[in-house]
């Protein structure tokens, strides 16, 4: 039995990961986290210390859900990364990254260079996942997710959208927990690349606001944003944002503009997630989440 430890395995993302391993019965998962709370508190930055953990627990693998969005997170994944080479049983490491593809317009950018020049110092293979967007928005409180409440787009319940570019940009959504799978089915593949693609459905926006409408019965007041405004780091406001943005981990102003940049990525192509490359065909097994399935699932709760 292959012993996985992912970091940050109490979070979004990693959380979905953890559960989805956990009902495999060919792997021993173990949650790093900086809390105190079910899990083998860690500091990254005690890289010793960290090497051992994952040393005395056989881990073969290393996953990283570590939300890297500035230099204190940004230098726990780099630790991990030392101590997952220093440890002698880590051979493979997943970065975080669970989203679009890399760009260097992005924020996190510099960050994920930084991560990346840290694994190729080592002799650990390694691979970041690029997925597009997560469905999982759009289908709460109807879908398990674990991810929080974002309004991206589409404000499903006021029946709203304003639209980045044109809206029929190529855009690639995906279900967290079937991210999760493909990540359990990739873990024993004989080689992986340094991006690792994988997506549930390929649309456009304008698609997804036809769905919703023939799927919800209701008409949705449709606006866009260009790529002029969006650069500018504006965004139309939707009903839900003034109390999502209020609740974010972020200072509002922060927020909106991590909007308009998500806006930015999706006329950039950044959401267009390449299928030939992607892990879809290598496990038809696996049968992603559509953007109606989970439209359904919304309506039908």
Sequence with gaps: ???IAVAGGTGNVGRTIVETLAESSEYKVIVLGRKNIPTFAVDYVDIDATAELLRQHNVV???SAIQVTEETSSAAEIGLI?????????????ASGWGSLPSKASPASVLQRASEDALRSTMLEWTRFSVGIFMDYYGMPAIKTHLPPMSFAVDMKSRKAALPGT??????????????????AYLDAPKWEEIT???GEKTTWNEFIKVASEVTGSAFEVSYDPIEKLAKGEVTELPSHKDELAKSPFPEPLARQLLAI?????????????????LNKRFPSIRPMSVRDMLLARQDA
């Design 82 to 94: 030392k101590a997952a080479e220093q440890s002698s049983t880590v051979s493979r490491f997943i």
């Design 61 to 63: 693998t290393v996953i």
């Design 197 to 199: 693609y994988v997506y």
């Design 1 to 3: 039995m292959s012993a």
């Design 262 to 278: 998500l806006g930015c990525w999706v006329v950039g192509g950044q959401f267009d997630i390449p299928v030939d490359k992607a």
């Design 167 to 184: 809206g029929n940009e190529p855009v690639a959504f995906i279900y967290s927990y079937d991210v999760a799978k493909f990540v359990s």
